[in-house]
């Protein structure tokens, strides 16, 4: 079973940026792709970002557009989250996920993915 372990969340004040890490504990996985998700209190989980792994094509919602980055170092088995110009709307519990299988996909559909790490919290204070 593969893991996925993250890290970077933390309080940050507005304006302030922060940077998520995703590492899988398998260095073997030859993902297809990955995707970041948050979910805020009361809300459903909304996808905000996603890439394929090998070929660097990276998806963004409007929400984060122009601030976040998604990006990856495919030798360390990890992806990551660049946040910038954070706002208190930013709150939540981000979640990487990855899929394993090749192929048309629908980045923003939680279903599509294989694997999700444990959330970390990134608080935003106004």
């Known amino acids: 079973q593969v893991k996925l372990v993250e890290s970077g969340g933390g309080l940050v004040q507005t304006g302030g940026s922060l940077r998520l890490s995703c590492t899988a504990s398998?260095?073997?996985?030859?993902?297809?792709?990955a995707g970041w998700f948050r979910q805020a209190p009361g809300k459903e989980r909304e996808a905000i970002c996603a890439?394929?792994?090998?070929?660097?094509?990276?998806y963004y919602s409007d929400d984060v557009k122009g601030r976040f980055t998604i990006s990856s170092d495919i030798g360390a088995n990890t992806v990551y989250l660049e946040m910038n110009n954070l706002n208190p709307e930013d709150t939540a519990v981000y979640y990487c996920?990855?899929?394993?299988?090749?192929?048309?996909?629908?980045?923003?559909?939680?279903?599509?993915?294989?694997?999700w790490g444990q959330g970390t919290q990134v608080t935003v204070s106004s």
């Open positions: 398998d260095p073997a996985l030859d993902a297809f792709a």
């Open positions: 890439m394929t792994i090998r070929e660097g094509r990276t």
């Open positions: 996920a990855l899929k394993l299988t090749r192929g048309p996909w629908l980045w923003g559909i939680p279903v599509e993915y294989d694997y």
